[in-house]
């Protein structure tokens, strides 16, 4: 346990590796830890990519392996590994993985992203990548002229639906409740276009096609009926959750969990970053976490120097 990091990036997704490329470059001693042995995050599940500049219709985990594959070029140290506690001796920072090893740092970027809530329906993890999709600005061009249900009621799902209105031939919105959660101007917008449907009052039971989805079963909590309609894509947008359980009583999240954090991405515990999914911010994609792994190392180097 002697070694001392300068930096420990935890998460290899888009923001940890932009992290490690940036922390490469800058000559920073650096380990970066992943739990699932893979880098490459969130984007490695879905097929196409096509909102990275200048890597047009990429296919999600062909993007993930470039990136590792960049931080590999520039020497950079991985470990395979879930870490479980942080502990914070100011100058020191203690992290402790799955295997009871405690590695020893400086400073800590905290790049772990943030999961969608999944529904626990049947069919929905066997056609995510099908059909199934977690984000309309992501995929939702792969549905252009076709019929698609987005689940949800709050500002996501609301703004889903209306993006996906522009594009596709008909949108569904099977919503649980009788009105929305979304803010009011947005749900007058989506209650106006004509290619919306709004089911009230309904639950989705479950996903069913062959190869991609078919139709979407749905549950009529007023009348007791059941369902079926027939969509091409099924956007699910009831909420995120991210992946901050073990830091909650180390820096400062927000209600709904994510670390507090701005453009700098700094965290209220002096040394330790938080970049990319993780962090509060407006719109969580690659591009705006591989801009933050740019940003935390940045934050990382003032840090170092003003305190060593
Ligand atoms: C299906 C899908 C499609 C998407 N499509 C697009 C798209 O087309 N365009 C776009 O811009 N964005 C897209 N996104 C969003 C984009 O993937 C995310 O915004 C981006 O991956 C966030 O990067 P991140 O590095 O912050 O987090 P993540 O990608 O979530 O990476 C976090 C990493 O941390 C690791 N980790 C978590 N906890 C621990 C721990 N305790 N110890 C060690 N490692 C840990 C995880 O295994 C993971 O590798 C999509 C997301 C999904 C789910």
Known sequence: MSKIYDLVIIGSGPAGLS???????ACLDTLIIEKTGMSGGQI????EVDNYPGMPGIGGFDLGMKMREHVDNLGGLFQTGEVMEITDHKDIKEIR???GNVIQTRTIIIATGASHRKLGIPGETEFTGAGVSYCATCDGAFFRNRTTAVIGGGDVAVEDAIFLARLCQKVYVIHRRDSFRAAKVLSEKLLALENVEVLWNTTPVSITGSTNVESLNIHHKDTGEDQSIAVDGVFIAVGMEP????YKSLVTTDKTGYIVADETCRTNVPGIFAAGDIRTKQLRQVVSAASDGANAVYSVQRYLEENL
């Open 243 to 246: 992946n901050t359980d073990i």
């Open 44 to 47: 490695l599940t879905t097929t």
């Open 19 to 25: 992290a490690a490329v940036y922390a490469q470059r």
């Open 97 to 99: 993985l799955d295997d």
